[in-house]
Every structure is written in structure tokens, then in C-alpha cells.
Nanobody, 123 residues
Framework: VQLQASGGGLVQAGGSLRLSCVAS????????MGWFRQAPGKEREFVAAIRWGYTYYADSVKGRFAISRDNAKNTVYLQMNSLNPEDTAVYYC???????????????????WGQGTQVTVSS
């Protein structure tokens, strides 16, 4: 499956952004979808995932971010609210076939990755 992420940009602290990830080649409903992010000099880290309608979040974004999917549009979204400078990173969407709970927060569990979209939060 090919993934195309978009929606990043520059926003002030406290603001909101919504990221989109459009898939082509396969139906998204068959996949576990995740969002990861990577800040300069840091490893790529788990942000959120949606699996069979259940959602999962990193502690750092819980209560501020929301992942959702529209299977008819083959699109996954990441609504990000109350952004702070620590959220600045390149955000990647990912798709995994057969991802299990114990590995869902790990990059190695996902087969396909989008190109990333930059999110910059100014203080």
C-alpha cells in the first residue's frame, strides 16, 4: 500500500492541526494504521494507532490528539489539539498487516510508510 501524508505546517503553541494520510493500492480497512513522529536528533516514536476501531495513544499526546479513519475515503486522520513546541517533528503515517498489540507501538510492526509531513509548533 502507498501512503501520502499531508496537513503539516507551522502553528503557534495551543493551536491545532489535522494530518491526513491517503492510501492507494490496498483497502485501509484491512490494516492497522499508525502515526509516528521523529524530531531532529531523536528516534522515531509512536504517537497513535487505530486497530479494529480501537485507538491507542502515546502518553505524551493522550487527551490532545485523536486518530480516526474513513474507510470510504481510504484515509486516516490525526487531529492534534493543544499543540506545544515539544510536538515539533516530522510526522509519518504507517500501515501494518497483522499488527498485534504487543508490537503496535514499534516501527518494525509496520510494512508501509508515508513520506512524512513537517509539524512545527512555535512558542
Amino acid at each position: 500500500v502507498q501512503l501520502q501524508a499531508s496537513g503539516g505546517g507551522l502553528v503557534q503553541a495551543g493551536g491545532s492541526l489535522r494530518l491526513s494520510c491517503v492510501a492507494s493500492g490496498r483497502t485501509l480497512s484491512n490494516y492497522v494504521m499508525g502515526w509516528f513522529r521523529q524530531a531532529p536528533g531523536k528516534e522515531r516514536e509512536f504517537v497513535a494507532a487505530i486497530r479494529w476501531g480501537y485507538t491507542y495513544y502515546a502518553d505524551s499526546v493522550k487527551g490532545r490528539f485523536a486518530i480516526s479513519r474513513d474507510n470510504a475515503k481510504n484515509t486516516v486522520y490525526l487531529q492534534m489539539n493543544s499543540l506545544n513546541p515539544e510536538d515539533t517533528a516530522v510526522y509519518y503515517c504507517a500501515a501494518g498487516d497483522g499488527v498485534i498489540l504487543t508490537t503496535m507501538r514499534q516501527t518494525r510492526a509496520y510494512d508501509s510508510w508515508g513520506q512524512g509531513t513537517q509539524v512545527t509548533v512555535s512558542s
